[in-house]
């Protein structure tokens, strides 16, 4: 008897998500500017790094760093040419 209860739920589980609907079939193409809308919903609306100004070059990140009495924050990532003019 235990059998086939369990038997039972199962199917009757089984028919019932069988039945829902799919949110990915439901939903239409979206077109660029809905996917950009909602990506940026997804953003944080005030993040501290992005409000400060970040420099290319250490020469005036170091000049700014002095008149403000600020500290510098130095992020090396080396994939630059070594022909690269920035500074």
Partial sequence: M????M???SVL???????QPSP??????ATP??????IE??????VAWREIAWKSCLLEGLKE???KKKPV????FIDRPTDDARC
């Fill in 13 to 19: 589980f089984a028919g019932f998500v069988g039945a």
């Fill in 65 to 67: 760093s002095r008149e």
């Fill in 41 to 46: 919903a997804l953003k944080a609306s005030k």
């Fill in 73 to 76: 924050l130095l992020w090396v």
């Fill in 24 to 29: 990915i079939a439901d939903k239409k193409p």
């Fill in 7 to 9: 038997v039972v739920c």
């Fill in 2 to 5: 235990r059998n086939l209860t």
């Fill in 33 to 38: 500017e809905a996917l950009k809308a909602e």
